[in-house]
């Protein structure tokens, strides 16, 4: 078994757009706008919000991450889930098959995703290097070792392994709530 | 090191009233109406709510929670704390030194309270039956495995003994989200 350290993202609500998706809510031609670099090289954050409408409410103030991908997704919480009536599993990014979809309003229009509503499964981004140096694979899992007076462990971590990536474990604001986590922190990572 | 089961219950923000602010936000000589009981016996849910007003933000339609206790209490989960911008500690229930004050508004007035704003921590009611059955006595620590997609433990677990109580494990919706948990799921519950 090995032990290594990792700063924790918490991620909130948010969504990722096509280039279609993007001319169909905020008008043709229109480019996203940066505000903020995430911990990841190349995505950022967005000055643009939309709101999701499900069959039992909305949320406003969504963020848009950016930069386009091909397929439109869209990343809530548990708790969110319960606020709009939109029951999407945990899932890795990407994989949207069978997913529930939810209509998603921008200022010049409105869109129908068919799927592509997921609660982001717990991950963790990390280089080659990185991955050759804590002896883990992409695809393993690893286990969280959380302190404090809220501690515990989080098991079945997904280990992400790419040139693209830096070092940060991905939790969503309910995890990190649960936990009682800041944005940044260090925390232990237990590796079969 | 012993394994019991126990039911999970999961608690969204409520409040806790005495007999004067029931007075103060109700009306002269109100009385509490029960409209479910609670796990723990004698403990109720009314159809009465109050609006929590923080410097950050408001949250409506907050829960009484019955009978009336001799000293008022507001149980907030981390994720209400980033909406109205009161920062509680997590704490046991009734360990109220030091902690924020509040603005509650009822239909017919409204308090500040001083103290009494806390992040229960998580803990498991017990008979005294049943600590002598598990092997555990008041104030122990238990851990909580969770399974599934989303697993994990949970440690520091606090062991609460009456033979006014259920067994039950309270968490609140934070915990129960993050790990994707319904009321009354059955728990492996680990003793040192």
Chains 1, 2 share one sequence.
Do not use: W
């Amino acid at each position: 078994m090995g032990i290594f350290k990792a700063p924790v993202g918490i991620s909130n609500r948010h969504i990722h757009l096509s280039e279609e998706h993007i001319e169909a809510l905020f008008g043709a031609g229109y480019t996203l706008t940066k505000t903020k670099d995430l911990s990841q090289p190349g995505q950022f954050a967005c000055e643009e919000t939309i709101t999701l409408i499900g069959p039992k409410g909305s949320i406003t103030g969504v963020r848009v991450l950016g930069p386009a991908r091909k397929v439109s997704q869209v990343e809530l919480t548990e708790t969110d889930r319960f606020k709009i009536g939109v029951k999407p599993p945990v899932r890795d990014s990407g994989k949207l098959e069978g997913t529930p979809g939810i209509e998603v309003e921008g200022p010049k229009g409105r869109i129908h995703l068919d799927q592509g509503v997921i609660i982001a499964a717990r991950h963790i981004h990390m280089t080659p290097e990185d991955a050759t140096k804590y002896s883990v694979k992409d695809g393993d899992h690893v286990s969280v070792a959380i302190p404090g007076p809220r501690g515990g462990i989080l098991e079945r971590v997904l280990v992400r392994v790419s040139p693209d990536y830096a070092l940060d474990l991905h939790l969503d604001t309910d995890e990190g709530n649960a936990f009682g986590l800041v944005n940044g922190q260090e925390l232990e990572i237990y590796s079969k």
